[in-house]
């Protein structure tokens, strides 16, 4: 029987599936059982998640005795905003540019390579969603330092830079996707993402969907991984034709835009295309009685609905909602809706309890 998870849980479920750490096991799966549905066809997962809990807290046990894991990680960065976007690519692409361009990050750009040794993370805008930029060491033919496959498998999507004026477009483009692809990372352009795996297809599979397959990274098939391609420098001599070139020689479905951190060339664009695939909406709370404040949105996954928002504010919010009202989209202004209302993106709610 289906226990007819929400986005959220689903979301929740993405991040226990790139977690590298028992301590973000540990935090993603407390969301899992604090999201999934609570009725008989949930039982058995519920139990599988709390003796995943267990078994993560007890690997982090471990850890602390022995010391491990005790090290600073230069490439950890905590998420934040909407998602997290890990830039990738080669040396002296542009990648602190973009990011210092966008943010108030206190990147260091310089002519020479690799002037960043540790990740550096910047928020940027789109429109009024919050998106987390981070700027990460450069990889050399193909080569990632010690912390950035974990890096890249946490973050929610990773922005492909490469450099239209360089010589080695080409090979730039193509070590990134070959870094992606020999760690079990399957890079698309789509912000659904489909996690298939090997083994068994039972109905058990089926309902306790990722916890009910193989953990170990060789039973499983490679983690599909957002991407989005930007060829900087479009403002340099022969860009665009470089560009076209690029686009023919490359051979991919990924998406792919020009821009410039130089002169700010493609950078709206860019923000635009990453909003769009992190599979987010935003939404707005207005208290019954006042007028609308269209700041500060709630951000929820695609799908999500009155009761998900409700219950990103408080838990009881969300177990005592009567009903709510709802204004732009698809409904009209002031029209009453159920918590299974699904949102759309700059719906404003007044929820009533």
């Known amino acids: 029987m289906a226990i007819n998870a929400s986005p959220m849980y689903q979301k929740a479920e993405e991040r226990y599936r790139c977690a590298s750490s028992p301590a973000e096991k540990v935090d993603a799966l407390n969301e899992m059982l604090r999201l999934v549905p609570k009725h008989k066809a949930s039982e058995k ?3 599988l998640i709390k003796e995943r809990i267990k078994k993560a807290r007890d690997e982090m046990g471990k850890a602390a005795k022995t010391g491990a894991g005790q090290q600073h990680d230069p490439l950890s960065v905590p998420r934040q905003g909407a998602g997290q976007v890990l830039l990738l690519g080669a040396p002296n692409v542009g990648k602190s540019s973009i990011v210092g361009a966008l943010s108030k990050a206190k990147v260091e750009i310089a002519e020479f390579p690799f002037s960043t040794h540790a990740a550096v993370p910047g928020m940027a805008l789109h429109e009024d969603v919050p998106i987390q930029l981070v700027d990460a060491p450069p990889v050399m033919d193909g080569h990632p330092q010690p912390g950035m496959i974990n890096a890249l498998r946490k973050a929610d999507a990773i922005l492909l830079v490469v450099d239209l004026a360089a010589i080695e477009l080409i090979d730039q483009f193509q070590q990134c996707v070959q870094l992606l692809v020999d760690h079990k990372m399957s890079p698309v352009s789509t912000a659904e993402l489909s996690f298939e795996e090997d083994g068994d297809d039972s109905d058990d599979d089926d309902e306790l969907g990722v916890l009910g397959r193989e953990e170990d990274e060789g039973a499983a098939a490679a983690l599909p991984k957002r991407v989005l391609v930007v060829a900087n420098k479009a403002d340099t001599s022969d860009a665009m034709e470089n560009y076209e070139t690029f686009k023919e020689l ?5 998406k792919m835009l020009p821009i410039s ?10 923000m635009e295309e990453l909003f769009s695939l992190l599979n987010v909406i935003r939404v707005y709370a207005k208290k019954p009685g006042k007028p609308v404040e269209k700041k500060d949105p709630i951000i929820l996954p695609v799908g ?10 408080h838990n009881e919010m969300a177990d005592n909602l009567k ?3 709802i204004w732009g989209g698809t ?6 809706v159920t918590g299974g209302h699904v949102l759309t993106d700059k719906n404003v709610v007044e929820l009533h309890v």
């Open 331 to 336: 409904v009209h202004d002031g029209q009453q």
């Open 250 to 254: 490359a051979e991919t479905d990924l």
């Open 45 to 47: 997962l519920q139990q």
């Open 261 to 270: 951190a130089t002169t700010g060339d493609g950078l709206p664009a860019m």
């Open 304 to 313: 999500g609905t009155v009761e998900d928002m409700a219950r990103t504010i």
């Open 323 to 325: 009903h709510a009202r």
